[in-house]
C-alpha cells in the first residue's frame, strides 16, 4: 500500500484510500495536521529533515483529546496490543489488519546530497510478528498473502512477488522503464508501479532551494509514466506521462506515485482538480474523477465496506479531538467519533483512528503522542497499539499500512 510513505496511509482495497504516504505538503488543521495520502507527502517532510538535519515523520498524524476506552467491542478478529509502539505483534479489527509499518530517516550520501529512506517492518502472516526487511518500498496486497517488494536503490528494474507466510520472493517481474513505487489494485490482479529515472526519495543539492531560511537540497522531478501489470501473466503495459512541476516556488516531491481509484478502473496523481489531483484511465487519457471521489475533498477518504459511509475532516473545536464520517451519497454528517483522522474501516460501524493521549494532548505539548484505536460510531474507544513519541521530528515514528483482510 499510494505512504498516506504509505503518510499511504488507510484500508488498502489498495485504492487511493490507502496511506499511508507517501506523499505533497501537509494541510494545517486545529491542533494537529492532516495527512493526504501515504505517497503524496515525501517532498514537505524530507525538506523538513533536511533543513533540521533529522528525521521527520511522515504526516499521519491524529488522535482524539477525550473518552474511556470502552469494554472489548463487537468487532470479529480483534488483535490489540496497547503496550507495543511501534508494535511487534499483529494488530488488526475486523476487515482492517496493519500489514506493514514504516519509520523514515534522511541518509546522507557524497556531495551534499541526501536520500529520504523508508525503513520497512512487514507482517509475516505464520508467526503473526512484524519483522524488519531492506526492501526500499513494498505494497500489500487483500488478503495479505503477497507483498509487492522493490530493492535498494530506487528505481529498479524488477517486482518482486513475496509470500507473507515464509518471507521469500516467489517470482519476480522485470519492466524496460526502471520503477519506484507499486500499488496493488483494489482486487489484488493488478499493480501499478510508477517510474521513474531518478530515486524518487532523493535529495540534490544541485536542486537546492530555501526551506525555513535555510539552504537545503531539493527533490527532483523524473517521473517518466507508469505500468499497469497483470500479476498472473506478470504482462506490463507502460503509460508514459512526466511529473507536473510544483508551485508557488516549493519544489514538487520528487516521488509523484500514481494511485488506484476506488474501483480501480482509473488512476490517479497530483493534479489541478479541488482535492490536487488529476485522473486518468489505464491508457493515460485524462478523465474526470469519479462521482464519490468527486465530491470529496480529500484524495485519502475511506468508504465503508458497504459504501454507505466516507470518513472526513477534522471537525475538533477547542479542546474536543474529533472527526467526522459523513453519508457516501448526500455528503451530509452522518457521525462525529473520536480521533483527528480516520484512516480505516474495520466494518460498517467501526473505524481505526489515530488518537492522542487524553492527559497531554494540548497544543505544542503532546498533539503528536498518538495511537492507534478502535472507534465504534457510538464513540466508544478501544486502544489497539502503544503511543508514539511526542516529537513529530523523530526517527522512530511509525506509520502504519492498512490491508483487507
Not at 495536521?33 to 498524524?61: C, E, F, N, P, Q
Not at 503473526?128 to 487483500?142: G, I, Q, S
Not at 526519495?201 to 544541485?206: A, R, V
Request: glycine share 10%; charged share 25%.
Amino acid at each position: 500500500m499510494a505512504p498516506d510513505p504509505h503518510a499511504r496511509a488507510a484500508l488498502k482495497t489498495s485504492s487511493p484510500e490507502a496511506r499511508p504516504a507517501a506523499d505533497s505538503a501537509e494541510r494545517p488543521q486545529p491542533l494537529l495536521r492532516r495527512r493526504k495520502t501515504r505517497r503524496l507527502v515525501v517532498v514537505a517532510v524530507v525538506a523538513a529533515v533536511a533543513a533540521a538535519g533529522i528525521a521527520v515523520s511522515l504526516a499521519l498524524r491524529g488522535g482524539e483529546a477525550h473518552g474511556r476506552p470502552a469494554s472489548a467491542p463487537d468487532v470479529t478478529g480483534v488483535a490489540a496490543h496497547p503496550d507495543q509502539s511501534p508494535p511487534r505483534e499483529l494488530i488488526a479489527a475486523g476487515r482492517a489488519a496493519v500489514s506493514a509499518y514504516y519509520t523514515m530517516k534522511l541518509v546522507k550520501q557524497p556531495n551534499g546530497n541526501a536520500i529520504g529512506t523508508y525503513e520497512w517492518r512487514l507482517l509475516n502472516t505464520t508467526t503473526e510478528r512484524y519483522e524488519k526487511t531492506d526492501w526500499a518500498w513494498l505494497d500489500v496486497a487483500p488478503g495479505t498473502r503477497t507483498a509487492a517488494v522493490l530493492e535498494r536503490d530506487l528505481p529498479v528494474d524488477r517486482i518482486g512477488l513475496l509470500n507473507l507466510a515464509t518471507g521469500k520472493v516467489q517470482r519476480w517481474i522485470k519492466v524496460d522503464r526502471s520503477v519506484g513505487g507499486v500499488q496493488f489494485s483494489p482486487d489484488g490482479k493488478r499493480l501499478l508501479a510508477t517510474a521513474y529515472g531518478l530515486n524518487p526519495d532523493g535529495l540534490f543539492k544541485d536542486a537546492s532551494y530555501r526551506w525555513n531560511g535555510k539552504t537545503v537540497p531539493g527533490p527532483k522531478q523524473s517521473r517518466t509514466g507508469f505500468y499497469v501489470i497483470d500479476v498472473a501473466s506478470g504482462k506490463a503495459d507502460f503509460v508514459g506521462l512526466p511529473a507536473k512541476k510544483g508551485e508557488q516556488g516549493i519544489p514538487a516531491g520528487g516521488r509523484q506515485d500514481f494511485q488506484w481509484s476506488r474501483d480501480g478502473k482509473l488512476v490517479w496523481g497530483p493534479g489541478d482538480d479541488k482535492a490536487g489531483v488529476s485522473y486518468y484511465d489505464v491508457t493515460g487519457k485524462t478523465m474526470p474523477a469519479p462521482d464519490q471521489e468527486a465530491r470529496q475533498s480529500n484524495p485519502g477518504a475511506v468508504w465503508s465496506p458497504d459504501g454507505n459511509l466516507v470518513t472526513g475532516a477534522f471537525v475538533g473545536e477547542g479542546d474536543k479531538i474529533v472527526s467526522e464520517v459523513r453519508n457516501a451519497k448526500t455528503g451530509k454528517r452522518a457521525a462525529v467519533v473520536p480521533g483527528q483522522q480516520l484512516l480505516a474501516w474495520a466494518d460498517n460501524s467501526h473505524l481505526i483512528a489515530w488518537r492522542c493521549d487524553p492527559e497531554r494532548c494540548k497544543p505544542g505539548t503532546g498533539e503528536f503522542r498518538n495511537q492507534l484505536l478502535l472507534v465504534g460510531l457510538d464513540g466508544k474507544v478501544t486502544p489497539l497499539s502503544g503511543f508514539r513519541s511526542a516529537k513529530a521530528q523523530d526517527e522512530s515514528r511509525w506509520f502504519p499500512v492498512f490491508t483487507r483482510r
